[in-house]
């Protein structure tokens, strides 16, 4: 069976851990749109696909999310996700995944603009 993203190329692409919950990151089999097997950059403790994010910009996020001094989605409301810990978590990691990728590209404006 051909691949279109083998799990050795797709274990290069690692980096980091999972912008939203913080988790490992590994190779995960799945199909593509064209329905060809292949492999994508996932995460199993989130159950989500993600690009991977070094730590020190998820830890920063996650203490902004967690604080509720920042919450990327505006049209998420926490209240709204308080019933359940399974929601609460989804709430935390969907916040956390944005949040990640703004920490990110401020630190570098901050330190090449």
Request: with cysteine; aromatic share 12%; charged share 30%.
């Amino acid at each position: 069976m051909r691949y279109q993203i083998t799990k050795a190329e797709c274990r290069k692409r690692i980096q980091g851990v999972c912008e939203g919950c913080g988790g490992h990151l590994e190779p995960i089999k799945t199909v593509n749109n064209a329905n060809e097997p292949t492999y994508w950059v996932g995460c199993l403790d989130c159950s989500c696909f993600r690009g991977g994010i070094e730590k020190k910009y998820f830890v920063v996020a996650r203490k902004l999310v967690e604080s509720g001094e920042f919450a990327p989605y505006d049209s998420m409301s926490k209240h709204d996700y308080e019933d359940s810990e399974e929601k609460l978590k989804y709430y935390y990691d969907s916040q956390t995944a944005s949040a990640s990728w703004l920490v990110r590209r401020i630190d570098i404006l901050l330190r090449y603009d």
